[in-house]
């Protein structure tokens, strides 16, 4: 196990310089990107809406910090960290549209701003441009880095897909029944693939890292990204909506398969269950307004006198409150799931656990190094976090 | 101009043959790699869907048509081939999505079907797919043409995203002042890139052929692309619904800009005008059933007494033809357009005669064989069809 408080570590201040500084370059060279194509074109007008909110950057820091930590550049590091960066941001485009979520990043989502038609559009733009830094990578490194960093980045696509297709068909089948294992192995392909493994062995390709030590740097990264994810539920659970940039308990209101719920499943009451399963299965209510709202308002002026003025007043009421999600119901499950979250920080404290015990293998093949101490914050970041 | 007449070309049974094995070898291709991977991942269950639908095929037999005619192989255009085949089944997908479709190819969409958020991710996961075979060139051509086949595939996504963009545009502005050059440009873009001049390219590129020879064949390509989208839309107006595998008047129902619209906005008197923009911009009635309706039904049943048997039927009646399309709406709107087709057809036809005229001087560099036949047919196909 790392010893946090025994070595040189980052500080909060420097880590997030560090990933700013990441962000900025990747989103840099999606920038030039698309102005070496056609800046005003309105295909490209969506593209770095998503990349531009504040947001952590995860992933094009990890790219660059492993690359550079094990010798590499970072000129050659930043197309395949770009990459990253436009997959991530069109995942979250398109899981908008999949979750129904209204709020990303303290802004409403693109689907809200644009509708779905032009939301899945923009996400399908930037899955197309995100081959453009890998094609540029075959011009920049030798071709055979580009290759593999373009077969890894296939893979990583592949897990991603296989894991939110897992999401999906449980939430299809309204299915709440998911064993620990089963969750992590669903976010092991869905989150922990592109988010952690996929980004830090990409940089170690770039930098020409021996294939035992990128098998290394992917199993710690598999783990780190599982403890991540549930603790990332945890605190949507907790924390305030502005400190999330979401709705409050969004995942709730969502209806999100998380570790929590399935442990709460598993040994709920069956009233308590059954409670649980209707709230988590009814739609959200929308900000936006409620298009079947107008609908009915047109049709009652249409019926004019037969439907007097009280009795149509209680029937939009009615109609309005009819099958979705009311505030009193989420935060009474809420409460229900409260003992729940300590059995899931246990779990993602075991994951965390085995990942710090990777690392403390991995860590003295790597020089001393800022971009080492990078990664090793993530991985303090994860076990300590409070937002 | 060719003399259909006075050359040997391929009948229409000889066309359907070559393009229906073209078809079952990309289809093939494209369930082995699903096998290589987990055939039984519920992520792969609907990638072959919209594939083993009964389809023309246009995509891969032109690339396989076209590495042949120039002196390619079979073996080594069938990735390529499966690789455009898989793109153009995502954009379906999500073509199907973004217009609110219902039915593709004489059967429900993946959206009704499966629901959006699942066709969302179909189709991302056929888009990530079709990596894989750019992918397997890698190893099964030499590295130059495989690099280059990958550079005209992020080429044409660029276009389709593009001229996808300007069309999603103008339905969200509810755009009708679309002059003739405008929607060539952009069909061009949306439709010819991907179906014609992409895999023409790409089996040229494969074929080893030369720069200028892949640029006659691309321009000679989105000339006939055009031509192609013009007639078949005009088709859609005309066909019996079981042949198109569409709805009847599928378009219109749609909303969908053509340039038939675009003729009849230009010359419309303005009380014709605001009735086709009203009817163009009222959504199309559900076949799937009308979610917001069974809210009603909640709704009314709540309020109970308060709402006579008679008030509440005359509601329900209201509600459901209130804000949706009407049939016979859509019917006179068909009528209104009549006049335009002509000129459409007549558009298409100066594309279609600077295709041939392109042809025309391709076809002597290429050697006499069925494969140049194919292209051919097709260019004779586009010309004559009325199906």
Redesign the interface.
Known sequence: MVDFHAERMLGAAQRDAYLGECRSAAVRYITELIAA??RD???Y?SVLDYPLREAKGLRPALVIAACRALGGGLAESVPTAAAFELLHNAFLV?DD???GSELRRHAPTLAVQ?????A??A???M???A??PL?DN?RLLD?GRA?RV??L??RV??R???G???E??W??EQRWDITPDAYAAMVTDKTAWYTFAGPLAAGAIVAEAAPAQIDELTRFALDLGVAFQIRDDILNLRAAPAVMGKERWGDLWEGKRTLILSLFFARAAPADAAFARAVLATPRPSAQGD??A???D???A??GD??PAD?AA??RT??RD??VKRADEVAQLRTLIEPEIAGAAQIAAQFASRASERWASIRPTMGDSIHRDLIESILEFTITRDH
Not at 114 to 118: D, K, Q
């Open positions: 194509r056609d074109h309105p295909a007008r398109h549209i999949e979750d644009l509708g779905v038609p032009r899945v559009h996400g399908d733009t899955l197309s441009l081959l453009e094609l075959m071709l290759l373009l077969d980045v296939a696509l592949r991603t897909a296989e939110q297709a897992l999906l068909g939430i299809a298009p079947a107008a609908r009915l047109r049709a009652i249409v019926l037969r439907l009795v209680a029937l009615t109609f009819t099958a």
